[in-house]
């Protein structure tokens, strides 16, 4: 029998895709990278994707693991030879275990994250793992790349989400490591090594997740700031005044936000005049374990101080639940708006907080000093370092001539992540699209660790070639 005659007898036909029934699995989310496969298989429990692995590993047949194909760097897409299985994890879909006593959840790697948010909301509890993908990525794909989102501040990546894991191995072993234990100081922690992967260690088929008593209420608002650097010392100011409260710190250029409104007439800016066009906007929320009055009154003693001092020019406090959402439609928004403008060269960059606008500034000099006229689009998640610093065409400059200076931009912005000791991957993994500027940046040392481990659990090189690490 041949592989896929043999896959075929194990899922079933319609579960094992090829030709034009496999298009839209071979092309990423940016629509930056478009490969061949085999084929696509649909494993619907961790034992057919056990015994899938374990068939292509027979064959010498290399795997795709793939999510909700919702990655921003290539992560899940096949390369051009066609001679890669995709193995999609849509038909894992289960939430198995619900425990409010452990404030855990046990959930399959083809989850949607929002379907785990309604599951812990049904229980009365938070999962509090946000990001604007969420209707369509899923928990596996958030594994995988250790996602991070808006709430980063107070709960941590992904990574701080998930007490355990169960793996298959690239012999197509079956690794249960879902014990829900926040103390399990019994040798190498093999879940950290999975998280952020991407696949090319072994396939996430599950997950044991922290839940968390779900506030009482919270506080949402939309400032107006003149600097990048008001904004670090705001971030400063609310730690302080809210501490674990504060749940929510985004930062988003004006040129950012007047393009979400430009482009989607249905959202509004709460402001007018000056305020509507000020160069820097921050997205501050609040959670609160009292009561609304109690967070409310938190809130407008912190924000008020901070514009008697001038740190903040005004504030849009939201008055409901309706309007908190609109605050926050325009933040997530943004990405959006930035398709519907064209390409740009993206960049999702961790910084040291308090190195932060010097960054931004000393960079926008770079780059005007080299690309005169191109424009910053920077929006991110200020409370963790984490900005998505992207920069587009000039005035007159078509889009292909900007990408035609694609690894140029790339060079200086990231020389100067690198010079502020900072990371070229915060939260988007490096797939593709980051590989072959990992050995710029990252030591001898650490790579050859990092190519010990992959030939150590993956000796034949079959899981998801190509990310991560060159050949």
Request: proline share 6%.
């Given at each position: 029998m041949t592989l896929l005659s043999e896959l075929q007898a194990l899922l079933g036909a319609s579960h094992v895709l090829t030709g034009a029934d496999a298009d839209t699995y071979v092309l990423d989310w940016r629509r930056r990278y478009r490969g061949a496969a085999l084929a696509v298989i649909r494993p619907g429990s961790t034992e057919e994707v056990a015994a899938a692995v374990k068939l292509c590993a027979t064959h010498g047949v290399p795997l795709v693991p793939q999510g909700g194909n919702t990655g921003l760097c290539g992560g899940a897409t096949p390369d051009a030879s066609g001679t890669a299985i995709v193995l999609s994890t849509a038909r894992l879909t289960a939430v198995r275990a619900?425990?409010?006593?452990?404030?855990?959840?046990?959930?399959?790697?083809?989850?949607?994250?929002?379907?785990?948010?309604?599951?812990?909301?049904?229980?009365?509890?938070?999962?509090p793992l946000s990001l604007a993908a969420e209707g369509s990525c899923t928990i596996g794909g958030n594994l995988a790349t250790n996602a991070g989102g808006t709430q980063v501040l107070r709960y941590g990546n992904t990574r701080d989400l998930t007490l355990g894991l169960e793996v298959v191995t690239p012999e197509g072993e079956i690794w249960n490591g879902l014990r829900g234990l926040r103390k399990d100081n019994t040798g190498y922690d093999l879940r950290d090594l999975y998280i952020g992967?991407?696949?090319?260690?072994?396939?996430?088929?599950?997950?044991?997740?922290?839940?968390?008593?779900?506030?009482?209420?919270?506080?949402?608002?939309?400032?107006?700031?003149?600097?990048?650097?008001?904004?670090?010392?705001?971030?400063?100011?609310?730690r302080s005044g809210f501490g674990a409260a504060l749940t929510g710190f985004e930062l988003m250029s004006g040129a950012c936000l007047q393009a979400v409104v430009r482009l989607f007439p249905q959202q509004r800016l709460?402001?007018?005049?000056?305020?509507?066009?000020?160069?820097?906007?921050?997205?501050?929320?609040l959670s609160d374990s009292e009561s609304e009055a109690h967070a409310r009154e938190r809130f407008e003693a912190v924000l008020g101080a901070a514009i008697e001092d001038g740190l903040v020019n005004d504030a849009a406090i939201a008055a409901n639940v309706a309007q908190s959402k609109a605050l926050w439609q325009l933040r997530e928004s943004i990405p959006l708006a930035e398709a519907e403008l064209g390409k740009s060269v993206k960049h999702d960059v961790s910084i040291p907080i308090s190195s932060i606008?010097?960054?931004v500034h000393n960079t926008?000099?770079?780059?005007?000093?080299?690309?005169?006229?191109?424009?910053?689009?920077?929006?991110g998640h200020l409370g963790d370092g984490n900005l998505h610093y992207n920069v587009a065409n000039a005035p007159g400059q078509t889009e292909a001539e900007l990408l035609a200076l694609q690894s140029d931009i790339y060079g200086v912005v990231h020389d100067s992540v690198h010079a502020h000791d900072g990371s070229i991957s915060?939260?988007?993994?490096?797939?593709?699209?980051?590989?072959?500027?990992?050995?710029?940046?990252?030591?001898?040392?650490?790579?050859?660790?990092?190519?010990?481990?992959?030939?150590?659990?993956?000796?034949?090189?079959?899981?998801?070639?190509?990310?991560?690490?060159?050949?």
């Open positions: 619900v425990d409010t006593d452990n404030d855990t959840i046990t959930v399959e790697a083809g989850c949607v994250l929002q379907a785990v948010q309604e599951a812990a909301a049904a229980a009365d509890r938070l999962f992967s991407e696949g090319t260690l072994g396939i996430i088929t599950a997950a044991t997740l922290k839940l968390f008593p779900r506030p009482v209420a919270s506080c949402t608002a939309l400032l107006t700031l003149d600097s990048i650097d008001s904004a670090v010392e705001l971030l400063s100011r609310a709460p402001f007018e005049g000056e305020s509507a066009a000020s160069p820097w906007f921050a997205l501050l929320e606008a010097g960054f926008n000099a770079l780059l005007q000093a080299r690309f005169p006229g191109v424009r910053h689009v920077i929006f915060a939260e988007h993994g490096v797939g593709q699209l980051k590989r072959d500027e990992l050995p710029r940046y990252k030591s001898p040392v650490e790579l050859a660790l990092m190519r010990r481990i992959k030939h150590a659990l993956d000796p034949q090189g079959l899981m998801n070639p190509g990310k991560v690490l060159q050949a």
